[in-house]
Nanobody
Framework: QVQLVESGGGLVQAGGSLRLSCSVSGSRFNIDVAGWYRQAPGKQREKVAHISSIGTTTYGDSVKGRFTISRDNAKNTVYLQMNSLKPEDTGVYYC???????????????WGQGTQVTVSS
């Protein structure tokens, strides 16, 4: 059973930085493509970043220029470096990866459990 495990969340002041990590537990599954999503209380889940198999990255408009997604193939880990954090970045951040794209979506078949990011003003 493939399990994605996120880490690196926490409480940070506005303007600060955090780096989230997403790795695999319980399987030899290799993270080839991945996305980071976030969900704030009372809001819909929002896609914030994506990395393709060839390393092409895309970002949501709200995080462009502040967040960077990257992948370390040797460690089979995907990262989300978050700089210049704002209170509106607060939410639960989820890693999404897999070998299938779910029908009718651009989401993959595996999700992490989420990690809380809280940015204080």
């Amino acid at each position: 059973q493939v399990q994605l495990v996120e880490s690196g969340g926490g409480l940070v002041q506005a303007g600060g930085s955090l780096r989230l990590s997403c790795s695999v537990s319980g399987s030899r599954f290799n993270i080839d493509v991945a996305g980071w999503y976030r969900q704030a209380p009372g809001k819909q889940r929002e896609k914030v970043a994506h990395i393709s198999s060839i390393g092409t990255t895309t970002y949501g408009d709200s995080v462009k220029g502040r967040f960077t997604i990257s992948r370390d193939n040797a460690k089979n880990t995907v990262y989300l470096q978050m700089n210049s954090l704002k209170p509106e970045d607060t939410g639960v951040y989820y890693c999404n990866a897999g070998d299938l794209v779910l029908a009718g979506t651009d989401e993959y078949n595996y999700w992490g459990q989420g990690t809380q990011v809280t940015v204080s003003s």
